[in-house]
């Protein structure tokens, strides 16, 4: 997985998942995500004291439909919301 992530841009995935460890609410999220500042945007359209997962993130990106025009942060999240869901069953 690291080396997909680095191949499609994401150099230090590590980063990622230290942002997305402890608090889950959306603000911390922000805070955390100074290294990342991709992150923001996505996590803006998020209350501030709400629990953020991955799979919610995804869920408000699908819910934009088919046409919407995503961004490369959009893609990944889906492309690793993709893999968890497909690994869930084998942990």
Excluded: H, N, W
């Excluded at 841009?9 to 980063?15: E, F, M």
């Excluded at 996505?42 to 919610?56: G, I, N, W």
């Amino acid at each position: 997985m690291r080396q997909l992530l680095a191949q499609i841009g994401v150099s230090q995935p590590d980063r990622v998942g230290t942002i997305l460890q402890g608090e889950r609410q959306a603000g911390a999220l922000m805070e955390r995500s100074a290294p990342v500042p991709e992150l923001i945007p996505v996590l803006a359209k998020f209350a501030s004291q709400e629990r953020v997962e991955l799979k919610d993130v995804a869920v408000r990106i699908r819910e934009r439909g088919m046409t919407a025009a995503l961004s490369r942060e959009d893609l990944l999240i889906l492309m690793l919301d993709e893999y968890r869901m497909e690994t869930r069953d084998l942990l």
